[in-house]
C-alpha cells in the first residue's frame, strides 16, 4: 500500500504546471495522520499541505461511502461516527466538520459522480464539466 505513495510523486517528479505540483503534494502527503502517525514523513498538522488534509478525509468518506470486495457501503451513521472519532487524529479538525456540516452536499456530487459514470459521460465533454453544468442547474 505504501508504494502507491511512491510511485505518485515518482510519476510527478518534475512537474511544473501548478495542478501537477498540487497533485505531487497530495500524492506524497495524503496518508499523513494530523497526529503526527501517518506515513510516509510523520508530518503532522498544518506541516501536511492544505491539499493533501482535504484529500484524506475526502478519500476516507468516498472509501467508507461505497461498496468494496470485502465489505457493503458503510451506513451514514457510521460514516458520521469515523469521522467524528478521526477528526483531531487522522483528519483536520476543521475539514471533519467541514465535511459533517456539508454532508449532504458531499453525497449529493458522489451520486452525480456515479450517475456520470454509469452513463459513460458525455462524449463531447469532460465529466467535471457536466457535473459543473448539473450543479448549476439544481
Not at 517528479?13 to 501537477?20: C, F, K, Q, T, W
Not at 498538522?45 to 491539499?51: A, G, K, M, Q
Not at 467524528?84 to 456530487?109: C, M, N, V, W
Amino acid at each position: 500500500m505504501a508504494l502507491h505513495v511512491e510511485a505518485g510523486v515518482l510519476l510527478l517528479d518534475g512537474a511544473v504546471h501548478p495542478v501537477l505540483v498540487m497533485a505531487k503534494e497530495i500524492a506524497q502527503h495524503h496518508h499523513e495522520r494530523w497526529d503526527g502517525t501517518g506515513y510516509p514523513h510523520r508530518i503532522h498538522t498544518t506541516e501536511i499541505p492544505l491539499c493533501a488534509r482535504i484529500t484524506t478525509v475526502v478519500d476516507v468518506f468516498d472509501a467508507v461511502t461505497n461498496d468494496r470486495v470485502y465489505r457493503p457501503a458503510l451506513s451514514r451513521a457510521e460514516v458520521i461516527d469515523i469521522i467524528k472519532k478521526g477528526s483531531g487524529t487522522h483528519f483536520d479538525p476543521h475539514l471533519a466538520i467541514t465535511l459533517l456540516d456539508r454532508l449532504d452536499e458531499f453525497t449529493h456530487i458522489q451520486e452525480l459522480v456515479d450517475s456520470e459514470f454509469k452513463e459513460g459521460g458525455s462524449a463531447s465533454e469532460a465529466p467535471l464539466t457536466v457535473l459543473r453544468k448539473r450543479l448549476k442547474g439544481r
